[in-house]
Structures are given as C-alpha cells and as structure tokens.
C-alpha cells in the first residue's frame, strides 16, 4: 500500500510563514484538506506535487523523497489545479490525447484510456465537442479525467467544485468517492459538504499550520458539548450573533433560532444539540470573540 509521509514540511517566503511544520502520514482513501481561503492549503499541495520547493523538511514516498523519486513519482501523481488550464477549441477527446501524447502513453494505450476515462466521468457522448463549450461542471470533470491519464495513485485536487452548482458537485464527489479504494486522494476544499460524506480522514488547516486531524467522527467528538439550539428575540439575535459563532439561524414563531458553537452555555434555556462537520470547521475556524458571560443551563 502506498504511503507519503509529510516531515515537518514548511515554506517560507521571506519573513512570511505560508506553510509551518505540517507532519502527517497519508495512505489509500480520501482526505480533506479544510480550511479557509488563504489557509496554505494550494502551497502545500504545490509542495506535494513537486511543483514548488520546501524551505524545510521532507516528504516521503513509499520511504524515498520525491525530489530524489523524480519522473518515477510524477508518474504516480495526478494533478487538478484550481484554475485548470485547457485548450478551449481542443475537442475533450483530442484534449485527452494531447496531453497522453506529452506523457509518452503509446497511441494505442492512450486510445483505449482515454475512451475508459470518458465513460467514467460522463464525458463519453461529447467527446468531439469542443471543450469551450462545456459547462463548468463539464470542464471539472475533463479535469478529472487528464489527472487519472496514466493510471494515478496519487489524485491532487485543489477547490475541486469551486463555481458548480449542487448537483454537478454531488456528481464531482461520487466519481471522487468511486476513485478511493487504490489511490490517495487529497482534496483541498472551504466547502464543507464536499468532504463530509466522502472522506475518510479530515486535514484541518489555519495560518499555514495542521490543527486538527481524523476521521469525521473523532472530530466530532471534540466538539460534542460545545454545540447549542436555543430561541430568542429578534432583537437579541443580533448580539448573540456578535459574540459567538452561528452556523444556522432561523426565523420562526416563537422567535429567532440559533445554533451556536461555544464551549460555555450562551443562555439559561439553551439545551445541547449534536454536532455536524459545520460545527467542526466553526468551531476551529472561529474568530476571536469576547463571549458573553457563562449561563447556568
């Protein structure tokens, strides 16, 4: 089974700390890479990749570094940036091709993947449309597809669904979810929903550091406690809402009804609720706030 080890794997621009000491170990199955936009997330997946040079540490293949694997690991890599860049009056089958040609594919393998990895991304009755065409969900899925050319065990996808509607994205995730059993898939998301029913292990990360790591419901369990349901006053909504996180808020008869993540009880009638991945990601990713004095619920 595949493994790559991350070693306190850092990037440094000038004074500036994009990525600082992120250790972890990734075998076979899906991970999500969390966190919000200018985490460091594309900086480390860009180290992964190859593509950009640690300042320090290392990171292991199977036990041998990849600067060191060269051609050997980039033939094992699969790689869909965020802004991935295609030839829009290529059609999707020549664009596939094209790009087995440049990997050295022999023609007659390239043909018949090329054609397997249409069938499996839904692509197979456009494959002479001309890609400028596509739809955005269309254009993510040939992304899919250029990355897997040449049999990929490792899948590198970078905000994947960014700009799809719902159902092109539940779409992305079951061919992601179909891909898992034999490769290592890191997809590096904001979207919650992207990761929450289709990885196995959950990468949090803020300012450039891993907080957080493990399945969907070790980390619930840190958070379980700390996520509450309460009603108030239209009036008093605003306020609960400037001094705790609200990851639902809804108007009703009786009043305004708030989820909050807070590790004291907001207000007397509060009671306990169940925790989803929203709360995780709230609950780490929370501003610094000044909380209201303690409850007694």
Same mark, same amino acid.
Request: glycine share 8%.
């Given at each position: ?119 499996? %991304?839904?692509?197979? =009755?456009?494959?002479?449309? &001309? !890609?400028?065409?596509?739809? @955005? *969900?269309?254009?993510?899925?040939? #992304? ?47 979207? %919650?929903?992207?990761? =929450?029913?289709?990885?196995? &292990? !959950?990468?949090?990360?803020? @300012? *450039?550091?891993?907080?957080?790591? #493990? ?83």
């Amino acid at each position: 089974m595949l493994e790559l080890r991350l070693e306190k794997v850092s990037k440094n621009y000038g004074s500036k700390k994009v990525v600082e000491g992120v250790e972890c170990v990734l075998s076979h199955g899906v991970y999500g890479l969390l966190g919000a936009n200018g985490a460091g997330k594309t900086t480390l997946l860009r180290m992964i990749c190859g593509i950009l040079e640690m300042t320090e540490g290392r990171i292991l293949c199977d036990g041998m570094e990849i600067r060191k694997m060269g051609a050997e690991y980039r033939r094992l890599l699969g790689y869909l940036p965020q802004n991935f860049g295609y030839y829009p009056e290529f059609t999707a089958k020549k664009f596939l091709l094209y790009l087995a040609a440049l990997k050295a594919i022999p023609r007659k393998e390239a043909a018949d993947k090329v054609g397997e990895l249409l069938r499996l %991304v839904d692509l197979e =009755e456009v494959r002479d449309r &001309k !890609i400028k065409t596509f739809s @955005g *969900g269309m254009v993510r899925r040939l #992304g899919i597809a250029q990355a897997l050319l040449g049999d990929s065990e490792i899948l590198i996808l970078d905000e994947p669904t960014a700009g799809l509607d719902p159902k092109e994205r539940i779409r992305f995730r079951n061919i992601i979810s179909s891909l898992s059993k034999d490769r290592i898939i890191i997809l590096s998301t904001h979207i %919650v929903s992207d990761v =929450e029913y289709i990885a196995d &292990k !959950i990468l949090l990360m803020k @300012g *450039g550091r891993l907080i957080g790591t #493990g399945n969907i419901e070790h980390l619930l369990t840190q958070v379980r406690g700390r996520v509450w349901e309460c009603c108030v006053r239209p009036e008093e909504a605003e306020k609960y809402q400037a001094h705790f996180p609200v990851s639902n808020l809804r108007n009703t008869e009786q009043g305004v009804k708030l989820r909050i993540v807070s590790d004291v009880c907001p207000l007397p009638d509060a009671v306990p609720a169940d925790p989803d991945l929203e709360d995780v990601y709230l609950y780490y990713f929370r501003e610094s706030q000044c909380p209201l004095p303690a409850a007694k619920c």
